[in-house]
């Protein structure tokens, strides 16, 4: 298994400015993931995070808005730029790791735009 | 494109009775099914797979792809059984979980 940490828990940011959300494995994983959970919505994947190279993103989320590092095997970065109301959502760092196919979740990061 | 369908936001049932949380897909290959549970204050875990034909704490749940369904079932509901219950599904062998809209399940005394 992997335990995940995320950074910050949550936050409360003002429209305009960003946020970056830190995700720590314990251990070191094939795969790191982010995903949004938007108010009474489900789990949206937003893009794999590669290890020294660009995320890979999915249809309707660009590098500029979501810029995503993962500098190493065990963290990675979320950045969610130039926020509005609409960023409101909980954010999660998704982990795969490499003996078998479970996914692991972080406890995400609760983002209030105002 | 693919999707998962849980048509019910919120299931109440009685302690002792019954339950089945449905999950629908759609998806023209051969997909991965799993259910994700989320107890209050606590983060996303996985309960089950289809691969797997596991059960856990007494959930089961078949894949039927005749039907595109893979409800999630238990004989005999708990008080502790009460919690937020994900679909997923994963395909073409990748790495990307497309998740329903999720069912509340609440069990009363």
């Known amino acids: 298994s992997a335990v995940i940490s995320q950074k910050p828990s949550r936050d409360i940011c003002q429209r305009g400015t960003s946020l970056t959300i830190q995700c720590q494995v314990d251990?070191?994983?094939?795969?790191m993931f982010w995903y949004r959970q938007q108010p009474g919505q489900s789990l949206t994947l937003i893009a794999t995070?590669?290890?020294?190279?660009?995320?890979?993103?999915e249809s309707g989320f660009v590098i500029d808005k979501f810029p995503i590092s993962r500098p190493n095997l065990t963290f990675s970065t979320l950045t969610v730029s130039n926020m509005s109301p609409e960023d409101s959502s909980i954010y999660l760092c998704?982990?795969?790791?490499?003996?078998?196919?479970?996914?692991?979740f972080g406890p995400g990061t609760r983002l209030t735009v105002t | 494109a693919q999707r998962v369908t849980q048509p019910e936001k919120l299931l109440s049932v009685f302690k002792g009775a019954p339950v089945e949380l449905k999950c629908n897909y759609s998806?023209?290959?051969?997909?991965?099914l799993f259910w994700y549970v989320q107890y209050s204050r606590q983060r996303l875990q996985l309960l089950l797979r289809?691969?797997s034909r596991e059960s856990i704490k007494g959930f089961t749940a078949d894949l039927n792809k005749g039907e595109t369904s893979f409800h999630l079932k238990k004989p005999f509901a708990q008080e502790e059984d009460s919690a937020m219950y994900y679909c997923?599904?994963?395909?073409?062998?990748?790495?990307?979980?497309?998740f329903g809209t999720g069912t509340q399940l609440k069990v009363e005394l």
């Open positions: 998704s982990v795969k790791t490499g003996g078998g196919n479970e996914q692991y």
């Open positions: 251990s070191q994983v094939t795969m």
């Open positions: 995070a590669n290890q020294g190279s660009e995320a890979t993103y």
């Open positions: 998806y023209s290959g051969s997909p991965e």
């Open positions: 289809h691969i």
């Open positions: 997923a599904l994963r395909t073409g062998g990748g790495n990307k979980l497309t």
